[in-house]
């Protein structure tokens, strides 16, 4: 039982389906690619297991989301990170121009 998504990713659980997961999903050159960008995933450390649902305190336990293999992509550290929109990876920022002297009013000229 789990009290926070936090305590499964620390799970031997969460260590063994990864690992499984890793061993399953080489492609017929024996490379692991990332689900979300198709790139190979080189080092050990850049693969993330990424839940298609994300995870909170009230669907840790129900392991149909949490420790199901249909439910988890491995993907690159920074595909997860631009997946969460982290560190840089933000949703586009809209820009908005405004011009005139401070306290100008619009008038309307039609």
Do not use: T
């Not at 995933?41 to 293999?69: Q, R, T, W």
């Amino acid at each position: 039982m789990f009290s926070s998504p936090h305590d499964l990713y620390k799970s031997k659980e969460w260590e063994n389906l990864l690992e499984d997961l890793k061993l399953a999903r080489v492609n017929k050159e024996g490379k692991l690619v990332c689900e979300h960008c198709g790139e190979e995933i080189v080092k050990a450390y850049d693969c993330i297991g990424h839940h298609k649902i994300p995870l909170n305190n009230m669907n840790v336990n129900d392991y149909n989301i949490s420790l199901n293999p249909e439910m988890i992509m491995l993907i690159h550290f920074k595909c997860h990170n631009k997946v969460h929109h982290r560190f840089g990876h933000e949703l586009p920022k809209k820009v908005y121009i405004v011009y005139g002297s401070p306290c100008s009013r619009q008038i309307n000229m039609g």
